[in-house]
C-alpha cells in the first residue's frame, strides 16, 4: 500500500488513469504514446509502485514490439523466394509496432499503477459511494483479489506438500509437482467460495441494495472539480479524434 497513493480518492486516480491511456490512443504517434508511458511511470515511481508498474508494462510492451516488428516490419517486407540472409525491414512496419507497443505500455502502466497501489475494498467503497451496486462491488473486488489470494494459496499448498516429502526442484521437478499441487489448489478455491456465499447470506447481502461503509472514503471538492476536468478533456480528445 503506497501513502502518497492513499492521499487521494480512487475513482481520482482511476480518471488520471483514464486520461493517460486516452491521451496514449487518441493523441499523434509516437510522441503522444511516448509522453503518455513517461507520464504514466513517473506516476507509478511517484506513488511507490514503480517496479511493479515498469515490469507490468514491459512484460506487455515488448513481447508485443518483438512480434509486430518481426511481422509486419521484417517478414511482411521480405520477397517470398528470399533467403534469411537476404531478409530487409519495413521501418514503416517498425513505427506502427513501437506505436502499438507504445500506447499499450503506457495503458498498461496507467491502469497498472491504480491496481496496484489502490487497495481493491478502498477502491470498491469509492464506488459504491457513487452508486454502484452491491453485486458490482463485489464483483470488482473478488476479481481484483483472486489472483493474489489464488498465488498466496497455492504458496501454501505447495509448503504443504513440501513438509509431505514432495521435491520440488527445478526443471521436470517442477513439472512432477503440478499434479499434487493442482489437486488440493482447486478444492481449497471451491471451498472458499463456498465459504464467501454463506459468510454473504449471513451478513443478509442483498444484490441490488446500497452498501453504507463503516469506512468512507474522502472525497473532497477539490477532487470530484478535477475529475470533472479530467472527464471533459478526455471528452475534447475523443472530439479531436473523430473530427480533424
Not at 187 to 193: D, F
Amino acid at each position: 500500500m503506497s501513502g502518497r497513493l492513499d492521499r487521494f480518492n480512487p475513482l481520482t486516480l482511476l480518471a488520471a488513469a483514464l486520461l493517460i491511456t486516452a491521451a496514449a490512443y487518441l493523441g499523434p504517434a509516437p510522441a503522444a504514446p511516448a509522453a503518455a508511458l513517461v507520464l504514466a511511470l513517473l506516476g507509478a515511481w511517484w506513488g511507490g509502485v514503480g517496479g511493479r508498474g515498469s515490469a507490468l508494462a514491459a512484460a506487455v510492451a515488448l513481447p508485443t514490439f518483438a512480434l509486430l516488428a518481426l511481422t509486419n516490419g521484417v517478414l511482411a517486407a521480405a520477397h517470398p523466394d528470399a533467403s534469411f540472409g537476404a531478409l530487409r525491414y519495413d521501418a514503416a512496419g517498425v513505427r506502427d509496432a513501437l506505436d502499438v507497443a507504445l500506447r499499450l505500455g503506457a495503458a498498461i502502466a496507467a491502469l497498472g499503477t491504480v491496481i496496484a497501489g489502490v487497495p481493491p475494498r478502498r477502491l470498491t467503497r469509492a464506488l459504491a459511494a457513487q452508486g454502484l451496486p452491491g453485486w458490482a462491488a463485489y464483483l470488482i473486488v473478488a476479481s481484483l483479489e483472486a489472483a493474489p489470494e489464488a498465488r498466496a494459496r497455492a504458496q501454501e499448498v505447495l509448503d504443504a506438500q513440501r513438509c509431505r516429502g514432495l521435491a520440488t526442484g527445478g526443471g521436470f521437478g517442477r513439472l512432477r509437482a503440478l499434479a499434487p499441487l493442482a489437486g488440493p489448489l482447486v478444492a481449497s478455491l471451491v471451498a472458499e467460495t463456498d465459504e464467501r456465499a454463506l459468510a454473504l447470506d449471513a451478513r443478509a447481502f442483498h444484490p441490488g441494495r446500497r452498501r453504507t461503509s463503516l469506512t468512507p472514503v474522502s472525497d473532497p471538492r477539490g477532487e470530484r472539480l478535477a475529475r470533472l476536468a479530467i472527464y471533459a478533456c478526455i471528452a475534447a480528445l475523443l472530439i479531436w479524434k473523430f473530427t480533424a
